[in-house]
Structure formats: C-alpha cells, structure tokens
C-alpha cells in the first residue's frame, strides 16, 4: 500500500481535534496525518491577538510543511481552511502533490472570506466582533442549534464542538487573499457536502469563488451531509480522502 502524508486544515473556530475522527483511521490506513492548530486556535488558543491574521495561519502550514520537510502532501482544508491551503500551496508549491477542498474552495486572488460572506453577513459578524469579541473575535455558533436537524451529529458531538472551539480572530476574515498563481499547477478535488455537483456548475457563472472551482484540475466527490462532514461523516470523509492519496 503507498503510504501519503496528509495535513488536515479545520475551518473558522476549531483546532486539530475535530480531525481526530478522520485521521485515526487513515493513520491506521498506514498513512501519515498532520492535523493543525492554527495560531489562536484549539490547543493554541493562548495565542490569538487582534494581530492575528489569514497570513499568521498560512505562515503556520508552511512552517509545519519546511519544518516537518514534508514532500508529497495531499493538502486538505475546510470551509476557511481552503484560503489557508490555497496560501500555502502557492507558496511551496513544490511541496504539495494535491490540495482537497472539503465544502469549500479557493477564494480568487484579492477576496477575503466576510467578502465572500456577502455585505449582510459581513455586518451582521462586524457587530457580533464589537459587542461579544472585544472588537477583534468572533465568537463561535450556537453549535447546538445547527445541528439540530442533522441526526449524524448527536450530543456527545456537539459537546465536543463546543468544548473545541474558540472566537476566531478578525482579521483571518477581513484580510484578503494575495496569491503568485503558483498553487494552479496543482491538481485539485472538491469534496462538495452541502451543494451538489449540479449545484456548483449553476453557480460558478454568478460567483467569482464557485467560477474558480469550474477551471483547472479539479475532480470531485459528492458526500451529501452536513457543513462540518468530520464531524456527521468522518468514517466516509477519510475513504474519501484516501482515496484520492492513492
């Protein structure tokens, strides 16, 4: 069996340990899986300031990727995750052999996620960072209630989101992605959970991130399940993910 290395990204609010129910069995698989804490989140959480930013986070996968001197790495990010990889591949290129967007994908050259969001979200978060996260956070969802209708996703997994989140720091949202290029040599696949296939190809000519999952190397993966699929599929995300390692 080829073993692959992987490095596991989580979107905004939560550490490594929501991985932790996909990268147990693809580590039994025999791969190697390095699941992230970014800067201010999970257990690195005494690390956020107003500072922190989309740069800090991409700085950490690269540091990890040179550091670790990682080659071949199937890169995988979540929801705001994406922007982290993206920024990460574009700089080492040479050390990424894949990027996987799971329910999400890469923002185009120039947009910040609240960008992404649309003005009626990015105000609505604005005044949620001054009146509940001191001017610079973004406290994390009522986990409970959005997992109400998702009956993969019982007690014990909320309590564990709520246990493993954190308020994001600000300005990982609000600074703008700056890519060289670099990253769309690489080939690509969208593991689509929330939209479908069908889905993405009606709104890839209305939205400049979906058109940016339409060009290039792109295969993809329909897992039809909640936003957060480690969490209500992790057994089916890591077949999946293994699957496009081999």
Known sequence: ?????YVLVPGFWLGASVWSPVADPLREQGHVVHAVDLTGMGERAHLASPDTN????????????????????????????ALVTTGAADRVP??????????T???PDGMSQADFEGPDARAANDELVRTHGEGWKLPPPPWAALAADVPEVDDAAVAALVEGSQPQPWRTATQPVALTGAWERLPRTGVLCSFSLEQLHQMAPHSPAFAHMVDGDWTYVELPTWHWPMVSQPVRLAEVLGSVGS
């Open 54 to 81: 989309l740069t800090t986070h991409i700085d950490d996968v690269v540091r990890l990727l040179e550091t670790q001197d990682l080659h071949d790495v199937v890169l995988v990010g979540h929801s705001y995750g």
């Open 105 to 107: 994908g890469p923002l």
């Open 1 to 5: 069996m080829n073993t692959t290395t």
């Open 94 to 103: 040479e050390r990424v052999a894949r990027l996987v967007y799971v329910d």
